[in-house]
RNA sequence: GGGGACGUAGUUCAGUUGGUUAGAACGCUGCCCUGUCACGGCAGAGGCCGCGGGUUCGAGUCCCGUCGUCCCCGCCA
C-alpha cells in the first residue's frame, strides 16, 4: 500500500480531548487505527493515541478518501483532517469521554501499516505474560499501561516538586561503585583497567547518601534505580527504584513528616487525600497485636484471652501459662465444615511450640463462660470466625528463650491470621476497598525494632537493619557496656501500607566510638570492620553530624496505586520470574570478538590465553555434544542404553562443573572433577564394549596424570591452601562414584561378563588414574606436595584438556551407540586440536 | 535448590472412559452492508495438540523426561 509522507501536516488536538464545545471547527488528528467498524459505503475508525479515543467517520462524501479507508486495518498509523461533529440521539457513546463528538473526514494519511499484531491494545482479553512481554510495545499501548506509566509519572514528580519545595537536592550516587553492606547478592561487574578486580551496582546508595551528610548536603533524595541479584517475585526484580532520602539533626518524628508530606502528595497526584498523620506503633505492640512487624490494619487484630480462663484450664489444655494465649478472628467467614476446618489447620505453622485451638465448640463443652468471654473480648458477630493460638508447655526451657518463645506464638498467629484473611478475603471483603477511596490505605509506622537479631546457626548477633543503625539513646549503656544486647532497641522505622513493607530507614549512628562498639558486638573484628567499610569509618571521624532517613519502594507504590498484582504492570520493561527480559532476549551468551574474551578473562585472576581458549573450547564442545545427543533425548530402552545415557549425562554434568572451576581459577578443584569425566569416557567404552579404544583412552589418561605431575611444583601449605584443599577433597567426595564392586553388581546380566574382562586392566590402570588426584591432593597435607592451590594454570589446563579430550569420545561413542550422526562433532574437533597443539 | 498451576489455530479457551477427519469465539482473507461503537451477514484460510521418549492395535488424552510462563517456599528489607 502507498504510504503518505507526513508533510508539513500538524496535529492539533489529541484524541481524548475533543469534546462538544469544539464542534464545528476543523481539526486534525494523529494515532493508531484502534477498531473499524466497516458498513461499506460508510466506515467507523476507533483513533487512539495515549489521550484516549475519537470515532472519526468516511462516508460517500468523499468517495476517494473511504476508498483509502477501506485499506486501514488494525494498528496502521494514520493523520486524518476534518471537521468536528456533534453526535444525536442513538448516536452518542456514553461509553467514552469523546463519544458526544465524532470526527467527519476529509483528508486522510496513511504514516504506516502495520503487520497483523500477535494481539491488538484493543482486545479485551489479555493474552499471556510471555506474549505481553515479548511484544511489550504492543502491550504497553494498551491504556492501563498508559495509565500506570502516566501515574507513575506523576507521582514521581509530585514526590520530586514535594521534596525539592522543602529544602531537599536530588542528588546521584553512581551505579558502578563497591558492595554495600545490605544482605542480596551484588551484580558485578568486570573491571577492564584493573584485571580481577569488580565493581558492584548498587543494592541501594546508603553509604553514599550518608557520605552526602556528611559532605554537609544537609537534605538529599533521589529517585533512584537499585539492583539486586536475587530471585524474583511478583513484587520483586533484578532492578528497581527506591525513593531514597536522608537528612541531617533528624528527631525520628522529623523523618516521619517528610515521609507523610510526600506520600500525600504522591497519592495527591493519583487523586486521593490522605489524613495528614500516619498511625505509629512499636515493633513489640505490632508483634502482640497483630503478630506481624508489618500489621495489615485492615482486619482485626490479636486478642488476649488469657484471662477468659480459670487457672487450671491452660493446664488441662496443655498451654505454657507464660506464653501469649490470643485469638485470631476473621470476620464473616460463617459455618465451616469439618474438612475446610482440617484443611485451615495446615495453614498453622509446623514449627513446635506453637500451639493451635481451633475448635471452640469443643471448648465450650468444658469452658462455657471462657467462650463468652472470649465472644466478647473479640467483639465477634455471630458469623465470624475464631480460633485460639498458645504456646505448647514445657517448650521455652531458659529464660533467654522465653522471648524468642513468645515472639514465636505471636508469629504464628499472625501467620495463621494473614492466611485466613487471604483464603476468606471473598467473604470479608476488607481488600476490596475502592482504590480511590483514601479509607483503603492503611498506613502505620512500626518503630523501635531490636538492633540484634541473634543467629542460631553462626552463633553470634546480627544487625537487624544494617550495622550503621543508630541504638536508642536510653540503650547507649547496654551496647557500650555489651549486656542485654536482645533488648536493644534500634531508631529504625519501617512503614507499612496494608501488610506490606514500603521503606524502612533509620536513625544512623554518627559517633565513630558507638560504631566500633557495635561492630564489635556484631563480632567484627577491626580490620574486617576496616576491610569492608574503611573509606566509611574514616569519613566517620571529621565531624559527622547526626543523621537519619529512609527509602521506600516507587514501584510498590504505583502498583498499590494502579491496582496491579504485579511489579511487572507498572514497570515498562520488567523480567521474567527466571530473570529473563523477553522482548530483547537478555541476558545471552556474547559473541566474543579477541579483544572482549581479554576483558572478560581479566575477570577470571590467573587464567592465561591458552586456558582461557581452551575453556572456550571446551564451552563449545559441550554445546556441540549436546546438539547431537542431548541427554534428554536419548532413549532409554534397554538396560544398556540407560547406562549409556546416564553416563553421558554425568560426563556432561561434570564437564560444566569443571569449566566453571576452571574459569574461576579453580585449577585443582577442576582437575579433580575432571577426572570423573575420563571416569564416564573410560565406562561408556567398556558398556559400549569398544575396548580397543577404551585401552587406548587408558594410556593417554596415564600419560595426561603424568604430566600435570611433572607441571605441579613442591612448595609448602599455607592456612588458606589447606582451607582450598578441604574444598576440593568435598568436590571430590561429592563427584565419586560407587565401588567398582558396586557397580559390577548392578550391571544387567547381559552386560556383566564384558565388564568383567575390563576388570584386570581396570584396576591396573583407571582404579590408580582415579585415586592420583585424590591421593596426591591428599599428600599436600604431608607438605611434600602442592600446586599454587586454585591458582594454578597448569591444573586449570589439565582439567579442561581432559573435558576436550574425553568429552568427545564419549559423545562420539554414546552417539554411536544410539544411531545419531557424530558429524557435527568433527568440525568442532579441528578447531579443538588446533587449541590443542599450541601446548 | 524445592513445591504447585498452566502449555491445543495469531489470541483466549473447549476437547467426555484412550477410538473416525481436533472444535468454538475473537482476530485474519474475500465478498455484501450509510449510523456503528466488542457493528452485522455470507464464504474461506489457518494446527509438529511446547519438545523428546515410553505404554498401547490406537495417545491432544495415560506414564517418564525436558523446555517455557506464572505463583509460592528457600533467598531477598
Redesign the pocket.
Known sequence: MQLDYLGDLRRTHPCGALRVSDAGKTVTLMGWVN????????I?I?LRDRTGIT?I?F???QKDVLEKASQL??EYVIAVTGVV?V?EG????R??PT?EI?L?VSELRLLNEAK?P???PA?????????R?KYRYLDLRRPEMQHNIELRHKVALAIRNHLSERGFFEIETPFLTRSTP????DFLVPSRVHHGSFYALP?SPQLFKQILMISGCEKYFQIVRCF?D???????QLEFTQIDLEMTYPQQEQVFEVVEGFVGAAWKAAGITLPPKFARMTYDQAMEQYGSDKPDLRLPGLVDVKSSFPADALTTLQLDPAMPFVAVRIPKVGELSRKERDDNKALFTKKPGPKLIDDLKRLEKSWPEAVTKIRELTKAAADDFIVLVGGAAGEAKSAAQTRVARMAVYAAAGNLRMELARKYAAKHGAFNGDLKDAASYKFLWVTD?PMF?WDEEAQRWNA???PFTSPHEQDMEKVLEDRDLDAVRAL?Y?IVLNGM?L??GSVRIHRQDVQRQIFRALGMTEEEAKQRFGFFLEALEYGTPPHGGI?L?LDRIIMLLAGG??L?EVIPFPK???A?D?MVDAPTPVEQPQEDQLELMAAFPGLGNHEWELATTADNLLKAGDAIL????L???SKQELVLALLYAKAYDDSRATIRLAKSGYGLQASVLAVQVYEAALNSMIVGADNELAAVLLMTVNNDVKSLARALKYMDLNEEQRKMLEEAMAVQVIGSWPTLEERVARLPDVLRPKYEAFLPLYETYSQWQLSVLAGRVGGLTSKEWTVQLGRSNEAVAFALRVVVDYFSDVVRVVAGLFGKDPAPLEAWEKAATKVLQQV
Open positions: 477498531r473499524r467498524r466497516d458498513h461499506g459505503n460508510l467507523f476507533d470515532q467517520v462516508d460517500t462524501d486495518r488494525h461533529k453526535r442513538e448516536m452518542v457513546n461509553k467514552v463519544g465524532e467527519a497483523t500477535p494481539f491488538s482486545d479485551t482479553t489479555l493474552p499471556n505474560e510471555e506474549v512481554l545490605e544482605g542480596a547478592r543494592q539486586r536475587e530471585d524474583l517475585r511478583a513484587d520483586r525494632f537479631e537487624a537493619h544494617h529504625a519501617d513493607e521503606g524502612s527509602a519502594g498484582e504485579s511487572r521474567t520470574a527466571k529473563v523477553m542431548g541427554n534428554a533425548t532413549p532409554r530402552q
